[in-house]
């Protein structure tokens, strides 16, 4: 029961920057790992950074350098501040959380996404 609201997508210039926020919302006590995601059109969807619960972080190589993923935990918010926005950078986003639930007796881990937002580089 967690709802995942994002922000902050646009049009921007080569060299520009946006920040993008992402907001949980819903029943749970916490929340473990937290990600952004993009697809391109005509590509699969991939990997752009992870944040654990803990603030360790990981990109992936094409953004290394240019992105930085944080996390607000008081305010259970994921942030990805896009710094150096080339054209490959376009695509839309999306957001995704890790929630810890109760199921079959055991702790389980539950996968929600946001509806995504857009992000264009033009040149």
């Known amino acids: 029961q967690v709802q995942l609201v994002e922000s902050g997508g646009g049009l921007v210039q080569p060299g520009g920057s946006l920040r993008l926020s992402c907001a949980a919302s819903?029943?749970?006590?916490?929340?473990?790992?937290m990600g952004w995601y993009r697809q391109a059109p005509g590509k699969e969807r991939e990997l752009a950074a992870t944040?654990?619960?803990?603030?360790?972080?990981n990109y992936a190589d094409s953004v290394k350098g240019r992105f930085t993923i944080s996390r607000d935990n008081a305010k259970n918010t994921v942030y990805l501040q896009m710094n150096s926005l080339k054209p490959e950078d376009t695509a839309i986003y999306y957001c995704?959380?890790?929630?810890?639930?109760?199921?079959?007796?055991?702790?389980?881990?539950?996968?929600?996404w946001g509806q995504g937002t857009q992000v264009t580089v033009y040149s």
């Open positions: 995704n959380a890790e929630v810890p639930e109760k199921g079959w007796g055991t702790q389980v881990l539950r996968h929600y």
């Open positions: 819903g029943s749970f006590f916490s929340i473990d790992a």
């Open positions: 944040i654990t619960s803990g603030g360790s972080t």
